[in-house]
């Protein structure tokens, strides 16, 4: 509210009218076609080839605008209005002295202009194949193009001989001052080791010095060879914001020599290490570059292989990344100790928005400590992935209690632990005031019945953005699917299926009469369950 009261009449000058931008166009299309000094010297555009001219220029300009303007979306937009009009009159200019240029095979003038304000090159985009040196020389002409505007590339997806990269290297050379972002994912597949390392070697040595803000290595099955063999580049950058390198068989070796050749990593705000062999000694020295990065906003070390003392580590220098806002540890064997000691790291997490801690063993004791950790955090929790965790309804009141305060949930998946009905509905309860954000909750495989069911459905039914409820493979009897089919009745699309659930499963095992029996009774033990549940916010707080 202090904000706002000291902003009250904030006006947005980006981006500009349709109105606006026709407008400049016309302006545009009179200056090109109108007797100039440089029309004197280059001839005088016709008002066709002027108008085709300065639509293509307006669509360039603002486009850089634009990009420039999302980079800071707080501003007013005064900057990007500046660099609107500065890139049109260059552009123009360009066209001036070119002046009008015969048709060529479909070609005008206005094709010149576009070209040189490309900013991203990607050849991700067609087959994955080999690229051998006739094709290299094709494809990346447009990169040799004097005074083009590239910034970024792409070469993922095609895989680089020495040939090609020989090719490649002096275009590379060239670049080395412009680029910002460098994306070589994928870029060596099929190729025999040594030849590989080679081309490796090759970009490192052409890239060195460059100073870039991203760099994807990922899916290059790099191992401790494959990074040293980056060593020239990795060395060479003390400004990377966001550093990629997953599936890139980044072993306890690997994982030191990455630690050990980036020498700053104080700007870096993005570090992904998904599906390594990384282990725990792996991790630890992953740790020391996450503890050199106070700035890190997005870590993701997922399916790396890191048992309890890798995860101690990582929760450890984790507390140190106050900015972080998106954390992701699935698939490793953390276990509780490692769940106790990243709970800890979580009270100075004020900005987290997305937490993916599904399949670390946390158990009970594991997930109640980061539960308690992160409702006292993460003011602005979006989603919140716990599952496969062994779980039960003993941990459930922990969680419903970080749930319930968390309005700005958007997914909430607690799949595949043991929560039954008494933890189901305990959840259920945490999520029906408010959570006006809230857009998918997945209990799939939590062995709960009718109730829980029931319960879940009536609380999410009515959330405005509400998406998806994944309750498949759990022990709902015929009765209960009817009863969550007429809850969504008017909105069947946000009940997920539900081809693997069993009505009569372990929870429902009995003749006819046993059944009829079972769901009196489980309706009684719900409606005790339930006023015990009346004041489960004032339990919460406890």
């Known amino acids: 509210m202090e904000n706002f009261q000291q902003r009250p009449f904030s006006i947005k000058l980006w981006p500009p009218s349709q109105s606006t931008r026709l407008m400049l166009v016309e302006r545009m299309t009179k200056n090109l076609s109108t007797p100039s000094i440089f029309s004197r010297k280059n001839g005088l555009l016709s008002k066709e080839d002027a108008e085709e001219n300065a639509r293509q220029i307006e669509e360039v300009a603002f486009a850089t605008a634009n990009e420039h303007h999302e980079k800071e979306p707080d501003g007013d937009g005064s900057s990007a209005v500046q660099l609107y009009a500065k890139e049109s009159s260059k552009l123009m200019v360009e066209v001036l002295k070119r002046g009008p240029q015969i048709k060529n095979e479909g070609l005008t003038i206005s094709d010149k202009v576009t070209p040189s304000l490309k900013t991203f090159f990607d050849i991700s985009g067609g087959r994955r194949d080999f690229i051998d040196e006739q094709e290299a020389e094709e494809v990346f002409r447009p990169l040799k193009e004097q005074g083009n505007s590239y910034t970024k590339i792409c070469f993922s997806n095609r895989s680089f001989g020495i040939g090609a990269a020989r090719i490649v290297e002096p275009i590379l050379v060239s670049l080395k001052d412009q680029l910002i972002e460098v994306d070589l994912s994928d870029f060596i597949a099929g190729r025999p080791e040594e030849e590989a390392l080679e081309v490796m070697n090759i970009f490192s040595s052409a890239l060195e010095g460059c100073v870039l803000k991203s760099l994807n290595l990922s899916n290059n099955a790099l191992g401790e060879k494959g990074v040293r063999a980056f060593a020239a580049l990795l060395k060479s950058q003390s400004s990377l914001e966001q550093l990629y390198l997953m599936n890139d ?130 003011t602005s929790l979006e989603i919140l992935d716990l599952a496969g965790n062994d779980i039960t309804a003993k941990a459930a009141p922990a969680i419903a209690a970080c749930v319930a305060v968390k309005q700005f949930l958007t997914k909430l998946n607690l799949a595949e632990n043991d929560l039954k009905d008494e933890g189901a509905i305990i959840i259920a309860k945490a999520l029906e005031d408010g959570h006006s954000q809230l857009e998918e909750v997945d209990l799939s495989t939590t ?87 009346k004041h489960l916010e004032v339990k919460q707080e406890e």
């Open 447 to 533: 062995s709960i019945r009718r109730a829980g069911a029931r319960l879940l459905a009536q609380a999410v039914v009515h959330k405005p953005k509400f998406k998806l409820l994944n309750i498949d493979a759990n022990f709902i009897s015929d009765e209960g699917i009817d009863e969550l089919k007429e809850i969504f009745k008017k909105s069947p699309e946000m009940l997920g299926p539900l081809d693997e659930n069993d009505p009569e499963g372990e929870e429902n095992v009995g003749d006819e009469d046993e059944d009829e029996t079972k769901e009196e009774e489980g309706d009684e033990n719900e409606d005790g369950l339930e006023s015990k549940l």
């Open 249 to 378: 068989g980044i072993s306890e070796e690997a994982a030191r020599a990455v630690c050990e050749l980036i020498p700053s990593t104080e700007k870096l705000k993005v570090l992904h290490f998904h599906n390594n062999m990384t282990g725990d000694e792996g991790a630890i020295a992953i740790s020391e570059v996450v503890r050199r990065s106070p700035v890190l906003e997005d870590f993701r070390c997922s399916s790396t292989r890191v048992d309890s003392e890798g995860g101690c580590a990582l929760a450890e220098a984790l507390g140190t990344c106050t900015h972080l806002e998106k954390l992701d540890l699935r698939d490793n064997m953390f276990g509780v100790d490692a769940g106790v000691a990243l709970s800890k790291s979580f009270s100075g997490h004020a900005g987290l928005r997305e937490v993916y801690l599904s399949y670390l063993n946390l158990e009970n004791e594991g997930a109640t400590a980061l539960a308690n950790a992160l409702k006292e955090s993460a």
